[in-house]
């Protein structure tokens, strides 16, 4: 997360995730014909997505907010891929790009008027001289939570109703994530632009908005994040509207059809729908969980009074989270220095003690060799052509 802002916007937005999930859409007809690969890989999604959710709860780094929130939102798409509702996913991947493309500008503008300050605990009272930044990041917040009429709010709850149907573990996994979703997200939001300010008092002097070149992108984004979702619409509203899956429909059918020569068998990819009363319910319920983290981030960070505490500070769960589960001092400990000490091993005792000594030896030899040769070369016509008569008797003994 060091580098510019607008390479994390592109990362995040649209390579690093579209990688894998474009890679399981274009390759259907493979994961089509292994079901068991499949389940592993809504396995492996939903823990992901409510893991980085859970460590996005106490990161007090704007861009490590955003990028936790991008490996969580990753996992959604996962569970999709990995449940067969290939739309779904890419629909999500789709909308994904317009608000975290957004959220990732917007803290790109708030460093840059603060000059390069990223800890949210350093912030606060922005909408006050940022207020395009403002009102867009809120925007980007609201559809990444799930708030209805954004984008976000259509394909999460598509792959939801798709997960309530693939297995109730793995709805309920997504429902709590979407829960902790919306408090991260408006917990951010909220330190960095609502409540007193906590900006330095020399960053405070120059603070104000950021200039057009930042902010017209900040606006084209918002109102893609906020129409991007009225692509795929529930059956329950408008009769529906499916313009991706009318648009991807066919290329996975032929998928499906692929996958049934390849295996020599029929493939049972009925998909298991939901009455309009369900999809409502579950909607609703979406909504409901969302809003509730909002509620809840809101009654904590909106006045700016309970600024997080230093990191130092935390014991128990918070400090597990904080920590990120221990996941960085893991691979340092067990893959990063091992491999530093193997490496040290090789330089210090392998490479001196043998590489080393068979370099030298290959050199010492070769000057003694040259050392005995240089004696056969003396000089004397006569020596020469003595050894051209021996030379001859011993080539002519042979024959």
Known sequence: MAGPTPVSALIHAATMVTAGIFLIARLNPIFLSAPQVGHWIVVIGSMTAFFAATIGLFQNDIKKVLA?????????????????????????????????????????????????????????????????????????????????PFSGFFSKDLILEKSYTYGALFYGLGIITALLTAFYMFRMTYLAFYGESRVSSDKALHLHESPLVMTIPLIILSIGATVAGFLEVPHFLFEGVHILTNYFGPVFIRGIEISEQIIKQPLDVREVGTTNAIEFSLVAVSIAVAISGIFIARTLFLTGKNVPDDEGSHTGLKRILSRKYYIDEFYRNFIVDPILLLGKFLAGYVERNFLDLILRGTGRFAVAIS???????????????????????????FF
Do not use: C
């Not at 999500?92 to 990732?104: D, E, G, I, Q, V």
């Not at 050392?371 to 003994?397: E, K, N, P």
């Open 68 to 148: 936790y929130s991008t490996v969580s939102q990753l996992g959604y798409m996962f569970v999709a891929m990995g449940a067969g509702a290939y739309v779904a996913g890419l629909f999500h991947l789709m909308t994904h790009a317009f608000f975290k493309a957004l959220l990732f500008l917007g803290s790109g503008s708030v460093i840059h008027a603060l000059h390069h300050e990223q800890d949210l605990r350093n912030m606060g009272g922005l909408k006050n001289q940022m207020k395009i930044t403002w009102l867009t990041f809120l925007v980007g917040s609201l559809a990444i939570s799930g708030i209805p």
């Open 371 to 397: 050392l005995v040769l240089r004696r056969v070369q003396t000089g004397i016509v006569v020596d020469y052509a003595i050894l051209i008569v021996l030379g001859t008797v011993v080539i002519l003994s």
